[in-house]
């Protein structure tokens, strides 16, 4: 016991004389990048509060929240958000019902089939494919997909749902398909043994014992690829037009709001105008959507957890 207490009275003495002054300045420095990070936050959100304020003091919040007609150049301005909110929607729903089953697929390739050889091939195409530059994306659905989708619907335009939507369901596959396959790889291979010894296929193990015991972590992926989809920008502006439409015709051109956002920022409306400050009432908007997606991918990973 005597040298016990005399090994720890050296440690405590060697780390008061080792102290300097980096260990007194790291967490001063690391606190500092946390309030930095915290204060910009808190900046973005003042900002958009108080410029969508003044929106509102010049255009009725009951025309912005229920009418569906978007026209803020016309010399009778419309401020219907629903317009660019069904936009917005047809490009995310097009995205994940093409994303989700492949990302998924992927996944389960990924966990349960395929060998070392092959996911060390895998994983750095799909984080070649993730760190590809959204514009790219956009001409690629411009010049590429719409030309193709057009000579196969010929009725489809230029400028449509269609296409943006596929692409955007491209760049968002590797964002379900990573985050899906380390949900499934935390699953415990003992569970699958004992699937396994209890006669069950591996598909068996793969899609009724492995994927709902990642369920949390994989649904979690999807709601982040949504709001991931929900956000892009370059994608819709070059590839989707920029008619606000507020139907479900998925042929013709139509406009989100982030599309809108770009346009007026480019330089199509004056400082200080109601088409202006409308793109922090479109931009507030849209960062409500993200949120809301955002705390439900936390409730979903907190509520559906499995604990091994």
Same mark, same amino acid.
């Given at each position: 016991?005597?040298?016990?207490?005399?090994?720890?009275?050296?440690?405590?003495?060697?780390?008061? *004389?080792?102290?300097?002054?980096?260990?007194?300045?790291?967490?001063?420095?690391?606190?500092?990048?946390?309030?930095?990070?915290?204060?910009?936050?808190?900046?973005?959100?003042?900002?958009?509060?108080?410029?969508?304020?003044?929106?509102?003091?010049?255009?009725?919040?009951?025309?912005?929240?229920? $009418?569906?007609?978007? *026209?803020?150049?016309?010399?009778? !301005?419309?401020?219907?958000?629903?317009?660019?909110?069904?936009? $917005?929607?047809?490009?995310?729903?097009?995205?994940?019902?093409?994303?989700?089953?492949?990302?998924?697929?992927?996944?389960?390739?990924?966990?349960?089939?395929?060998?070392?050889?092959?996911?060390?091939?895998?994983? !750095?195409?799909?984080?070649?494919?993730?760190?590809?530059?959204?514009?790219?994306?956009?001409?690629?659905a411009l010049t590429f997909v719409t030309p193709m989708l057009r000579s196969i619907f010929p009725e489809?335009?230029?400028? *449509?749902?269609?296409? !943006?939507?596929?692409?955007?369901?491209?760049?968002?596959?590797?964002?379900?398909?990573?985050?899906?396959?380390?949900?499934?790889?935390?699953?415990?291979?003992?569970?699958?043994?004992?699937?396994?010894?209890?006669?069950?296929?591996?598909?068996?193990?793969?899609?009724?014992?492995?994927?709902?015991?990642?369920?949390?972590?994989?649904?979690?992926?999807?709601?982040?690829?949504?709001?991931?989809?929900?956000?892009?920008?370059?994608?819709? =502006?070059?590839?989707? #037009?920029?008619?606000?439409?507020?139907?479900? *015709?998925?042929?013709?051109?139509?406009?989100?709001?982030?599309?809108?956002?770009?346009?007026?920022? $480019?330089?199509?409306?004056?400082?200080?105008?109601?088409?202006?400050?409308?793109?922090?009432?479109? #931009?507030?908007?849209?960062?409500?959507?993200?949120?809301?997606?955002?705390?439900? =991918?936390?409730?979903?990973?907190?509520?559906?957890?499995?604990?091994?």
């Amino acid at each position: 016991m005597k040298s016990q207490h005399n090994v720890r009275e050296m440690i405590a003495h060697n780390q008061r *004389n080792k102290k300097g002054v980096s260990d007194k300045l790291v967490p001063i420095v690391l606190a500092v990048i946390a309030v930095i990070s915290i204060l910009t936050t808190i900046g973005i959100l003042f900002t958009l509060l108080t410029e969508t304020i003044t929106f509102f003091t010049r255009v009725s919040i009951v025309e912005f929240l229920f $009418t569906r007609e978007w *026209n803020p150049f016309s010399s009778d !301005p419309k401020y219907g958000i629903w317009a660019l909110i069904f936009g $917005t929607l047809k490009v995310t729903v097009i995205a994940t019902l093409f994303a989700v089953p492949i990302g998924l697929g992927a996944a389960i390739y990924l966990s349960e089939y395929a060998s070392d050889r092959m996911r060390k091939i895998i994983k !750095p195409v799909l984080e070649i494919l993730a760190g590809i530059p959204t514009i790219v994306f956009g001409f690629f659905a411009l010049t590429f997909v719409t030309p193709m989708l057009r000579s196969i619907f010929p009725e489809l335009g230029s400028f *449509n749902s269609i296409s !943006p939507g596929l692409v955007v369901g491209v760049m968002i596959i590797p964002l379900i398909t990573s985050l899906s396959e380390d949900a499934m790889a935390s699953v415990p291979n003992k569970i699958r043994e004992g699937a396994l010894g209890l006669g069950a296929t591996k598909f068996e193990v793969a899609t009724k014992v492995v994927l709902p015991a990642a369920i949390s972590g994989i649904v979690a992926s999807i709601v982040l690829a949504i709001s991931r989809a929900i956000g892009e920008t370059m994608i819709v =502006s070059l590839a989707a #037009g920029s008619t606000p439409d507020a139907t479900f *015709n998925l042929t013709g051109s139509i406009q989100t709001m982030t599309g809108y956002i770009v346009q007026v920022a $480019t330089g199509d409306a004056t400082f200080g105008s109601d088409t202006y400050y409308s793109i922090y009432a479109v #931009g507030f908007t849209l960062f409500l959507f993200t949120l809301v997606m955002n705390l439900i =991918s936390q409730w979903i990973a907190k509520r559906f957890r499995e604990e091994y």
